[in-house]
């Protein structure tokens, strides 16, 4: 049965709550990897961000402003559970509280991600995602949240992006914590996905043992880019299902179909970087996902290259002549559709949510600070068409959130990079909000008219 579509916005801890010394909270990895000189543009750092943390009702009091059905946020673990064990820090947890109970109050669905990317530093002391206690070490935070929130929170994403957290994070070493280890890069992208399992696991048992699990929804988010090869040739074609192999189908297919594919195993383990996967491990993290958030910004050509150093397969980007946005990304929307088909295609079952979508552009504000993106917001209505493309034709869509609700802290890009559809004026922490949350608002409320009108059930 087709569903109400909903319509939304995501931020994330680290990026913009700041107060990262408050109410027992205790330093993450990036608060460690932004003190490290050389890590962010201009050594920036999350110390203050968007201040969320002390503006979080008039925050919200926008959103509902912008119409939003709901908000996606994440839960800064260090906060909930200051070094990462034992049980909730109850000063960090009553500002999620107060959170959950202001989007209620202004009827936004809450939407909770456990995790994104803000991992206590004393588990990264303990060796980090690498170190497969820490995936056990999860699941018992997201018990720690669950016990806090699930009395009101029914939308429950345990990751965001694990191809972020082992590949930028212990392989290129881009992201905190900085460490660059093909290694320990893959043994976290299993014990990440593991953590994923486990925490899917607590969660349902506790919704059920609470009578909750009515409307209950777990998941997962991935980032995931549309590889294509840049010929018909064997090796591109080869070239580009490396790639996928590597930045998709070794999140989904494990997730999805309970095995990791066998050529990008296989291959790893000729490597010296096996995934240290462990007897029963598979069905933990193929627990059913409800919900598998799409993170979408871009696709990529891909073209053979010689292999590089120790026999890792290569492949090089081909650039095509299209927009881009500041992040260098090529804009690519019709890809967004091919991607959302190609997932209800080879991996049905989930309802898709795109849980991320957006762009940075280099904003000049007016006097008023008002920014007028005609570019971000031509990226918006094209991504969302495409999407809703992909919903006509058959994939199981069932929302679309805007990346960012505000401008905020880009990880090692620091400030440089906005995001945002609302700005934020770093030095008196104004809001504005841009053209693009005007279009983003007055496109929710048409997208509501034309579901009112279409003979679509809603559920
Ligand atoms: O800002 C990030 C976000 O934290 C994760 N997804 C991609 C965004 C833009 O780079």
């Known amino acids: 049965m087709e569903q109400k579509l909903l319509w939304g916005a995501a931020t994330s801890s680290y990026q913009i709550e700041g107060a990262v010394s408050e109410d027992g909270r205790t330093p993450s990895i990036w608060d460690t990897f932004c003190a490290t000189p050389g890590t962010v543009t201009a050594g920036e750092t999350g110390d203050v961000a968007c201040d969320h943390y002390h503006r979080m009702p008039a925050d919200v009091a926008l959103m509902a402003e912008l119409g939003l059905d709901v908000y996606r ?33 202004k009827n936004i669905l809450p939407w909770v991600t456990l995790y994104h990317w803000d991992l206590p530093q004393a588990l990264e002391d303990a060796g980090g995602w690498p170190n497969r206690d820490t995936a056990y070490r999860f699941a018992e935070y997201a018990a720690v949240a669950y016990d806090a929130l699930g009395d009101r929170v029914s939308q429950w994403t345990t990751m965001n992006e694990p191809w972020c957290s082992a590949m930028l994070g212990y392989i290129t070493g881009r992201h905190a914590p900085g460490r660059r280890d093909a290694r320990a890069g893959f043994a976290a992208v299993h014990h990440l996905l593991l953590g994923h399992g486990l925490a899917s696991q607590v969660i349902r048992e506790k919704a059920r043992a609470n009578g909750r699990s009515e409307g209950l929804e777990v998941g997962i988010t991935l980032n995931l880019a549309p590889k294509i090869p840049a010929s018909e040739s ?45 007897d029963g491990d598979l069905s933990i993290i193929a627990q059913p996902v409800d919900v598998l958030g799409v993170n979408y910004y ?8 010689p292999a590089g150093p120790n026999g890792w397969p290569a492949s090089t980007a081909v650039q095509r002549d299209v927009e881009r946005t500041a992040m260098d990304w090529e804009v690519t929307p019709e890809a967004l559709t091919g991607l959302l088909l190609r997932l209800e295609r080879e991996y049905p079952g989930p309802a898709w949510y795109i849980t991320e979508n957006g762009a940075a552009y280099a904003d000049a504000p007016d006097a008023n600070g008002f920014v007028d993106d005609a570019d971000r917001e031509r990226y918006l209505r094209t991504h969302i068409d495409a999407a809703l493309e992909a919903r006509a034709r058959g994939a199981n869509l069932r929302g679309y959130f805007a990346w960012s609700l505000f401008d905020n802290f880009e990880w090692s890009y620091g400030y440089d990079r906005r995001f945002g559809i609302v700005r934020v004026d770093y030095d008196t922490q104004e809001r504005t909000p841009k053209r693009s949350a005007r279009y983003y608002a007055d496109r929710i409320q048409e997208e509501k008219k034309r579901e009112l009108m279409s003979p679509v059930q809603t559920g």
Do not use: T
């Open 234 to 278: 064997p090796e591109d074609i080869a070239a580009a299902h490396w790639e996928d192999g590597l930045s998709n189908r070794l999140y989904l297919d494990p997730l999805l179909r309970a095995e990791y594919p066998a050529d990008v195993a296989a291959k790893l383990e000729e490597l010296g970087c096996p995934l240290p996967v462990q």
């Open 73 to 105: 946020f994440s839960l800064a673990w260090p906060r909930v559970q200051p070094d990462g064990a034992g049980k909730g820090n109850p000063a960090g947890i009553a500002f999620y509280d107060r959170l959950v109970d202001e989007l209620l109050a």
């Open 298 to 305: 871009s696709s990529n050509v891909v073209a053979a290259a």
